[in-house]
């Protein structure tokens, strides 16, 4: 991995580290197992099916993938690839529990809509409101920043340590995030995506229903639209139907990676597990304005108001225009159709949730790969537009797609190629005694790091739920590689007065040495 500084804005990220393109995998890389997920369920399996298995099969990038598509008031195709864990070969089937990252905003914004239309805030409330003892610095004042704001990316608040806390280390309470909040970088004006935005939503959610943001989003969402699977809590999955993280070994074989998310790191703007078949139903109550099983599941106005532009920008992703964005949703098109949509990314997953209003069609792609397959939920859902809308000249247009797919992933191998090369040229021991860089660091922003001797000459350090075995850097000693984030190489640079360490740095934040806590 490279040791680039950690960027934590938002759950979006995508890591400078690739995993080698799976076309090269052995055992890993088998056809699955015979418990695999028959054949697409639905009228569409027969359109679908072919290129799905076909990209699947010669490609490989990914350990397992979900696809849910759903047309006006059907689910026409549903089904899983590949395997949930490699170790146990757990196939994916539509049941099996993916976690989604950012695709949990849409969930959040039209959860702050449903509180709107049932009276219990207004959107337009000021932060104040809710958390009077917010403050923000000059010139945002928590008078004039609005909810519709923070969930629309135009607060213009930014706070790496904010989402640091949330999205990983999970080390985090309600009083620390809101005292952090005064401490944040002030942006200019317009849409900025990020995550602090949704997790002081959140916070101001909290205490407008006296009970959490992850019981609203059950209450009002989870169990109306009957996803009985889904949940804003790790601690309530079924580790039995958990797809877990993969990346690549040394011998070019997936691996399952650590599962770093917890309760306490399952935040508002990126803290859902959720399965195809549950996902499925989301995007049918979003097609018909709430509407699931010939009932009104939602409320009509709710929905319309979280999928409604509230801020204009200008960007792309893969081939889906962005155009503006609402309470979750990015508005967008797809060779000039509306596109209404919200992907998600984080170490070992993807996610693509979409809708086409003016066509009545859905798509959810789920992944538990995020490197080498990075833009595989992209190609998925791209190809059921285009064949269920029934575009001409799919077969050279994929041929295509699929040629971009081995060329990512053949950049992905150069890569991690000299990556592993930069790591064997490295010290193979500590310059110091690991006495001398034991201890526990504190920083006021970010939190506790603590250093701790694995074995003998060997480090490893700790921040809230997460850890990493340590690597030496630099010959003196200053320098020491952590993979906190898995995928995601970082330096830990260490400041050394009188034989050992008084101070780190990691990820822009000065961590002090706590001498009270027994270091020597």
Not at 232 to 256: I, K, Y
Not at 305 to 312: D, G
Request: proline share 6%.
């Amino acid at each position: 991995m490279h040791d680039k500084k950690l960027r934590v804005r938002g759950l979006t990220i995508r890591t400078a580290f690739h995993f080698l393109t799976c076309a090269t995998l052995t055992t890993a890389c088998a056809a699955p197992p015979s418990g695999a997920s028959p054949p697409g369920r639905g009228s569409a399996a027969p359109l679908l099916d072919p290129f799905l298995e076909r990209m699947f099969a010669e490609l490989r990038l990914v350990p397992g993938m979900a696809v849910a598509v759903v047309r006006d008031t059907a689910v026409v195709y549903l089904r899983g690839f590949g395997v949930a864990d490699v170790s146990s070969g757990a196939p994916v089937t539509p049941r099996t529990l993916f976690y989604i990252a950012s695709s949990t905003k849409s969930f959040t914004g039209t959860a702050a809509a449903i509180l709107e239309a049932k009276g219990v805030w207004d959107l337009d409330d000021p932060l104040s409101r809710w958390l009077p003892e917010a403050s923000l610095p000059a010139p945002l004042s928590a008078d004039s920043a609005t909810l519709r704001q923070l969930l629309s990316h135009t607060s213009r608040i930014e706070n790496g340590a904010i989402v640091f806390r949330t999205a990983y280390s999970g080390e985090h309470d309600r009083r620390t995030l809101i005292d952090l909040l005064a401490q944040s970088d002030v942006l200019e004006p317009g849409f900025d995506y990020g995550n602090v935005g949704y997790v002081v939503a959140s916070l101001a959610m909290d205490a407008a229903s006296n009970g959490s943001w992850k019981d609203v989003l059950e209450r009002e969402i989870f169990a109306p639209l009957g996803m009985g699977r889904t949940s804003a809590n790790r601690s309530a999955a079924d580790d039995r139907q958990l797809a877990l993280p993969h990346g690549v070994d040394l011998d070019e074989r997936f691996e399952v990676r650590p599962y770093i998310k917890t309760d306490a790191n399952m935040h508002a703007a990126g803290g859902m597990v959720t399965t195809a078949e549950d996902l499925a139903r989301w995007l049918e109550a979003n097609l018909n304005g709430g509407r699931l099983d010939g009932r009104q599941a939602l409320p009509e106005a709710a929905v319309r108001e979280a999928q409604r532009m509230q801020a204009t920008t200008d960007a792309e992703f893969y081939r889906f225009a962005r155009e503006g964005y609402g309470l979750g949703w990015y508005h967008g098109r797809y060779e000039g159709d509306v596109l209404v949509h919200h992907f998600g990314n984080y170490p070992g997953f993807r996610a693509h949730v979409s809708f086409m209003p003016e066509h009545g069609l859905g798509v959810a792609v789920l992944t538990n790969e995020s490197a080498q397959g990075y833009f595989v939920p992209e190609v998925v859902a791209a190809y059921v537009y285009d064949r269920l809308r029934e575009k001409p000249g799919l077969e050279e247009k994929y041929d295509s797609a699929m040629a971009f797919l081995r060329n990512d992933a053949a950049r992905v191998r150069k890569s991690i190629e000299r990556d592993r090369e930069r790591r064997a040229a490295r010290p193979e021991s500590l310059a110091l005694p690991p006495a001398a860089y034991v201890g526990t660091y504190r920083s006021p922003t970010s939190g506790s790091m603590e250093i701790r001797q694995s074995g003998p000459g060997r480090l490893e350090a700790r921040i809230g739920v997460l850890g990493s075995p340590m690597e030496p850097v630099d010959v003196g000693g200053r320098q020491l590689r952590v993979e906190l984030v898995p995928g995601s190489g970082a330096i830990v640079s260490f400041f050394i007065g009188a034989g050992r360490a008084d101070s780190l740095m990691y990820n822009g934040a000065v961590f002090r040495l706590d001498r009270s806590a027994g270091a020597t």
